[in-house]
């Protein structure tokens, strides 16, 4: 059972919160470690978050964005999310605005409240190699907003009072 890469990543899970089983970071690193080496993209994104914040493993971001970029290919949608904003920020790797639109897009159209936020944000304020589009940014934030991101139902009430 422990040599199937989706029980691997819960063990590290369940190590990860203390959840039947006493919290240690480490041992949840190498159980997400394992689970990403076998190709699980659950355990690849887990093991990038760790590995981005130095929780039971060493801090490495080049580490992190080559499993968001694993994570992000095989479809995690957090990990697509995430590795939008290491591009647009320049963690992890040199800034790509491209890419990090390009992921960003990706994100938010497979329905993650966060990229919809962010994208809206930029379409707004024509940031990050967006042309700068009102309407775009509406659309995206009042998706984010549906999703029950509240940053977005914030954003939007200032919108509305900016245009009264």
Same mark, same amino acid.
């Given at each position: ?48 978050? +760790? ?17 968001? +970029? ?30 990090? +639109? ?63």
């Amino acid at each position: 059972m422990l040599n199937n890469p989706p029980y691997q990543c819960f063990v590290g899970y369940c190590y990860s919160e203390g959840r039947g089983v006493k919290q240690d970071h480490k041992k949840a690193a190498y159980w997400f470690k394992r689970a990403a080496a076998n190709g699980n993209k659950d355990g690849m994104f887990n093991y990038a978050l +760790i590995s981005e914040l130095g929780e039971g493993t060493r801090r490495n971001a080049a580490r992190a964005l080559r499993l968001y +970029i694993q994570a992000a290919n095989a479809g995690h949608l957090q990990a697509q999310s995430n590795l939008a904003v290491r591009y647009l920020e320049g963690r992890g790797s040199r800034r790509n605005l491209d890419e990090g +639109i390009r992921w960003l897009r990706k994100a938010a159209k497979r329905g993650d409240d966060v990229a919809q936020y962010n994208l809206g944000r930029a379409y707004l304020v024509g940031d990050g190699g967006i042309t700068k589009n009102i309407r775009l940014a509406r659309t995206w934030l009042k998706r984010a907003a549906k999703n029950n991101y509240r940053p977005a139902r914030l954003l939007i009430k200032k919108l509305k009072k900016a245009t009264l």
